[in-house]
DNA sequence: AAATTTGTCTATTTACATTTC
DNA sequence: GGAAATGTAAATAGACAAATT
């Protein structure tokens, strides 16, 4: 390695150390995530190479490798040998997906929130659950595995998506909850997990928290090659993946069934810890087997009821190898204690006498209606999604990136989310935006937002580029 | 460093590495946690120093060093500079606190649970608030910070603990909850937090579970000192402090008001972050101020309602310094999206309607009441803990270790747990157990398993070492 | 009080594996 | 296909600071 070599080198990054006072690596480090948050370094820009820094720094060659490593662990870093490094493509988005509590004149359509009207069919349901002279004993505590009735229900629950399993399942207080219990229980700060190249937000916050880092698995038609998976599993030593094989989030893609299957073979093979995340296999009609199925030792199974019935109940439930449970029970405790007994138990009587089952289809009549909306306002556009789904991924015209459509719209009147807040990785996500269809109040407020939306995108997009 | 010094040296632990495949260090680390598991190295034995090791293995002293640190995250061992490095003395112990199912003739008194009465008053009220027409709104989802009119029954439920705060609340599911979401917000892997030398197990497996270690700070009359505080701060480089203000758990003292002043005081000069869980301080009926009155900038303040109120709203309330709470809503939010509405809403009119006060009163009166019989059968044994307190902590006599009585009471139909469950470092804990008063299902069962203990208490102790 | 013991931390050396060109 | 580029990881060296004796 010729000494001053950067000298020739254009250094996209040049640190000052002159005066520090911490340690060199966490100066490094700091000074790193103050350029990228400052905007001086942006998404997808290559940094120089670590020998190159080391030399123009004239510290050691590792003490550069292990500021990165702090970055790489908050992930606002990707790196590839022989390619080099890169600053990530969300490294500027913010985290927090949930409605802002402040935003009263903007339409909602970022935010996947199923409807509200069915909660209804809950309330009266729930008054009559009340007056079980037993109801008292829900308000003391519960247990992560529930009880043999209410398993009996999500077990119900389960095989309406085509999933028969004989494994007693797992109680968590929703989605991200069962997700992050699965990553605290099987997985170490520093382990790898491979991803959709673009993937549910929750996934990137949750690891981001325990220190875990996504790696984008190779795609070809919106899901993971075999040789994608297999390549990331020898090279960049993944220990978990994690996938959502109905209307993926936020593609809506779902996944054939020789994918299921050859993800399951790689599950067998190679030991791989799959997080399979159902969020939104109950609302399809006929849905196809879950990976689950196939490599039952190597799969975690997640189901949701927040999507298909009503977030209010704030349950998921959990599909874990026989190997897997207890460790996963420990670390469900840990966070929660216990799910409400109360919400657990009605929705074990919310399944278990079809309640939940007649929500569902309301909800899919309602998802059915306001998509035939979408379709009849944004004609013409590429508007990905079935018709069941509750939430769609519009392709926008290459006028416009997802960055800078979300913030049109959001100063228009309407909130999207924009593909970069789901980008896994360094690479520049397409030009998309996610759209959530049952998230306005009623079908007046979603034709005021699409026909808003439908306005942008014919506009001629130069004030795209206007603050 | 002599050359084969370690032949002078009664060496405890003797690790065979002859045959390894993977990295040294690692390998020594599984080597050592299997034989602290297996129950070869038993709590309280001091390694070797690290030195002597990597001389008997041939390898450097920083590979030891590496390997130990791998089990100090795990709170496998504990290191103190010029002293060594000893096995912890929980090691052993399992995690779960909750009853175990399956104990159906064995009468609890490990796990502490609030007495199940007053839950139907709780029932009674919910019946009441499901008329309201706005109810099917509570299964939206919801927000951390929740709304103002919730926010302000939690204030004026801290202004009853003798905590007037103008910081809105963040709501938990639970105290637990609440732990973890404000370990992992304000912490990293590694991070060193200092606690009492016998304490809650939650924080310990909420650590464990997050690679944060647990450092127990010097006592004098049941709580730290200033020059304790004072050295872990400087030489243990601990970046918080956790705390049972009132009715400590296990040992139920309550703090007094000088060490409440100086732990604010530490914190303010220091900038360590205090973590003030405040889990029993709603059951005291002239409770001092908290520590977090003293130095809101520096002190996150829990409470919980599920000893106070009921365990089933799985509800919690954290006060959190203003420079910590948008951190502090992103970890809330990653960990459970939301707290259970329904329950926020419903906890919030049980305060607001002051039924959360009614039952309250009713929780101390059976406290009273289940404690005059702990006194009355255990009278002449030191059984620490007030009237209103719903666990006692009961110190043995010397015949016994706290494990040794577990085990015995257990055999003999009674749960009770041991002070090595809650002990922190690698010092031996006193030889006590703790009694959950409230937790048998009604008087009758208490005084059953009372009397129990007592013959215990009052046999030769012989078959103490018997299996 | 000084020397020794002991754990901790950062930086360095060295080897390695993969990707790019 | 081979050389160069590039990131990763383990083991080592050396300095440091606190506690013990």
Tied chains: 1, 2.
């Excluded at 509200?116 to 308000?139: G, Q």
């Excluded at 028969?164 to 992050?180: E, F, K, Y």
């Excluded at 030593?237 to 073979?265: C, Q, W």
């Excluded at 039952?296 to 997640?302: D, Q, S, T």
Aim: net charge neutral; with cysteine; hydrophobic share 40%.
């Amino acid at each position: 390695m010729p000494v001053n070599s950067f000298e020739e080198y254009p250094m996209s990054w040049k640190p000052d150390i002159s005066n520090i006072t911490a340690p060199l690596y966490i100066a490094i480090a700091e000074q790193l995530e103050q350029d990228i948050k400052d905007g001086k370094l942006s998404p997808g820009t290559k940094l120089p190479p670590q020998r190159e820094l080391a030399d123009f720094l004239d510290v050691n060659l590792s003490t550069i490798t292990r500021a990165f490593k702090l970055c790489g662990q908050k992930g606002l870093i990707y790196a590839s040998i022989g390619s080099g490094t890169f600053v990530s493509s969300d490294a500027a988005t913010n985290k927090i997906l949930l409605p802002t509590s402040n935003s009263a004149h903007i339409i909602e359509m970022g935010s996947v929130l199923p409807e509200n009207h069915a909660n209804e069919e809950i309330t009266r349901y729930m008054k009559k659950m009340l007056n079980d002279p037993n109801f008292s004993k829900l308000f003391q505590y519960g247990r992560p595995e529930g009880n043999a009735w209410q398993t009996e229900a999500a077990t119900k629950l389960l095989e309406k998506i085509g999933f028969q399993t004989d494994q007693p399942v797992l109680l968590a207080a929703g989605g991200q909850n069962a997700i992050v219990g699965t990553l605290a229980a099987l997985f170490q700060p520093g382990d790898r997990i491979g991803t959709d190249p673009i993937t549910y937000a929750g996934i990137k916050t949750a690891a981001n928290m325990l220190g875990i880092q996504l790696v984008a698995i190779q795609q070809r038609n919106g899901e993971m090659t075999k040789e994608g998976l297999l390549y990331a599993c020898k090279n960049e030593h993944i220990k978990g993946l994690y996938v959502i094989p109905d209307f993926h989030n936020p593609t809506t893609h779902t996944m054939s069934i020789e994918a299921r299957k050859m993800i399951a073979e790689i599950a067998r093979q190679t030991g791989l810890l799959v997080i399979e995340d159902a969020i939104y296999s109950l609302l399809k009609e006929q849905p196809l087997a879950p990976i689950a199925s196939y490599a039952p030792n190597k799969v975690i199974y997640i189901a949701s009821v927040s999507k298909a019935i009503s977030p209010g109940l704030r349950l998921s439930f959990i599909v874990t190898p026989t190997s897997l449970r207890k460790k996963i029970i420990e670390t469900l405790y840990n966070i929660n204690i216990s799910v409400s007994p109360v919400m657990v138990e009605l929705t074990a009587r919310l399944i278990q006498d079809g309640v939940a089952q007649t929500i569902l289809e309301k909800h899919r009549l309602y998802a059915k209606q306001q998509n035939a909306l979408v379709n009849q306002y944004l004609y013409g556009y590429t508007v990905l999604g079935d018709e069941a789904c509750i939430f769609r991924w519009l392709i926008l015209p290459n006028k416009f990136t997802g960055v800078q459509f979300e913030l049109l719209a959001s100063k228009a009147g309407v909130q999207v989310y924009a593909a970069e807040r789901f980008a896994v990785g360094n690479a520049k996500p397409v030009n998309a935006v996610r759209l959530a269809v049952t998230a306005p109040e009623n079908s007046a407020q979603l034709e005021q937002a699409l026909s808003i939306l439908k306005d942008l995108l014919e506009s001629d997009g130069d004030y795209a580029f206007v603050d």
